[in-house]
Nanobody
Framework: QVKVVESGGGLVQAGGSLRLSCVVH????????MGWFRQTPGKAREFVAA????????YSTDSVQARFAISRDNAANTVYLQMSSLKPEDTATYYC???????????????????WGRGTQVTVSS
């Protein structure tokens, strides 16, 4: 059984940094596309970044790409999201997702991912 577990969230001041980690338990995931999404109350879950099995990366916006970096350690079955220059609008619950079927279309859609973690809260104070 596959289990996705995020960690690394917390409270940080604007301009600060956090590194989120996502461990996939139960299957080797080296070929799986992996994604990070975020959600705030009352809003839809939105795409943040993704990384394919070959290391190709994708970001939601230029602003995110300039401040965040997604990476993976296949030996550790772990994906990371390094977040820098954080802004209050980055406050959200961040979710890690695994595309186990490798049915990559764009990598930006919630429905492309098969396994989800429970999320980790990131709060950026102004």
């Amino acid at each position: 059984q596959v289990k996705v577990v995020e960690s690394g969230g917390g409270l940080v001041q604007a301009g600060g940094s956090l590194r989120l980690s996502c461990v996939v338990h139960g299957r080797a995931f080296s070929r799986w596309p992996m994604g990070w999404f975020r959600q705030t109350p009352g809003k839809a879950r939105e795409f943040v970044a993704a990384i394919r099995g070959n290391g190709e990366t994708l970001y939601s916006t230029d602003s995110v790409q300039a401040r965040f970096a997604i990476s993976r350690d296949n030996a550790a079955n772990t994906v990371y999201l390094q977040m820098s220059s954080l802004k209050p609008e980055d406050t959200a619950t961040y979710y890690c997702a695994a595309d186990a079927l490798k049915a990559w279309v764009t990598g930006r859609n919630v429905w492309e991912y098969d396994y989800w973690g429970r999320g980790t809260q990131v709060t950026v104070s102004s």
